[in-house]
């Protein structure tokens, strides 16, 4: 990134939109702990949290269409074709060697 989109983008991020949500009980008791365990302020996890979501979901959105695009181009996947996938996304998703699950 050249110098003049970093000053950009720090500038950016110290634009701040208030907004107020509602979550349940329980989650406001984790975020509450998780931040202070994190020394964090509780803005700062849930902008992260959020970011992180939003991206996940722009990859899906992205990856479904390209699903479609070779469906309408090629036919509908095979059942091959769909087992292979499955096994791909449970390999993905196997524990790791420590034991922790990794993520997508």
């Known amino acids: 990134m050249a110098w003049a989109e970093s000053v950009e983008y720090i500038r950016n991020m110290a634009e701040k939109v208030k907004f107020s949500v509602s979550i349940d009980a329980e989650l406001g008791t984790a975020?509450?702990?998780y931040a202070a365990a994190e020394d964090e302020q509780i803005s700062a996890v849930i902008s992260r949290?959020?970011?992180?979501?939003l991206d996940?979901?722009?990859v899906i959105r992205a990856g479904l269409r390209a699903m479609?695009?070779?469906e309408a181009e090629y036919g509908p996947f095979t059942e091959e074709e769909m087992a292979e996938a499955d096994a791909w996304v449970d390999d993905l998703f196997a524990r790791t060697t420590d034991g922790e699950r990794r993520s997508a």
Do not use: C, G
């Open 56 to 58: 996940d979901r722009r």
């Open 49 to 53: 949290a959020l970011e992180q979501y």
């Open 31 to 33: 975020l509450r702990q």
């Open 68 to 70: 479609e695009e070779y």
